[in-house]
């Protein structure tokens, strides 16, 4: 199951894609999908599949070799030293996978503050009540 299509990604990236890139970009919809369900499964479907479009556009890049990567946050050239550069976020490396988090706190599931201690379920109820 996945929450956009490969019509989705092509509108807007603004661009067709070929046979290998269209199975690619399905792959990565489906695997999108399974990221964003096992983080915020009760997440409303509209927002999954903006979610969905940003993680896989985010991983295919521009498509384009002259153009700056897509999640780079600064660039340089030059040109008879044939120098290129990029600079790209911290939350991620290009062709990953991965919630920004922009897309966490569209999901729902933004910065928490607290703690949970998965061994707290088996301390047995009233076990550190008050005594008398």
Same mark, same amino acid.
């Given at each position: 199951?996945?929450?956009?299509? $490969?019509?989705?990604?092509? #509108?807007? %990236?603004? #661009?067709?894609? !070929?046979?290998?890139? /269209?199975? %690619?970009?399905?792959?990565?919809?489906?695997? @999108?999908?399974?990221? =964003?369900?096992?983080? @915020?499964?009760?997440?409303?479907? /509209?927002?999954k599949k903006v979610v969905?479009?940003?993680?896989?556009? #985010?991983?295919?890049?521009s498509g384009d070799d002259? !153009?700056?990567?897509?999640?780079?946050?600064?660039?340089?050239?030059? *040109?008879?030293?044939?120098?290129?550069?990029?600079?790209?976020?911290?939350?991620?490396? *290009?062709?990953?996978?991965?919630?920004?988090?922009?897309?966490?706190?569209?999901?729902? =599931?933004?910065?928490?503050?607290?703690?949970?201690?998965?061994?707290?379920?088996? $301390?047995?109820?009233?076990?550190?009540?008050a005594m008398p």
């Amino acid at each position: 199951m996945t929450y956009a299509t $490969i019509d989705d990604i092509s #509108r807007r %990236m603004l #661009r067709e894609f !070929g046979s290998d890139e /269209e199975t %690619m970009c399905e792959s990565l919809l489906e695997d @999108a999908a399974v990221i =964003i369900d096992s983080v @915020a499964p009760d997440a409303p479907e /509209e927002k999954k599949k903006v979610v969905s479009c940003r993680m896989v556009m #985010r991983a295919l890049g521009s498509g384009d070799d002259y !153009g700056v990567p897509l999640g780079a946050s600064q660039g340089s050239t030059s *040109a008879l030293g044939y120098s290129q550069s990029w600079t790209m976020s911290s939350s991620g490396g *290009a062709g990953e996978l991965y919630l920004s988090k922009m897309e966490k706190k569209l999901l729902g =599931i933004g910065n928490r503050i607290g703690s949970y201690s998965p061994v707290q379920d088996l $301390i047995p109820e009233g076990c550190f009540e008050a005594m008398p």
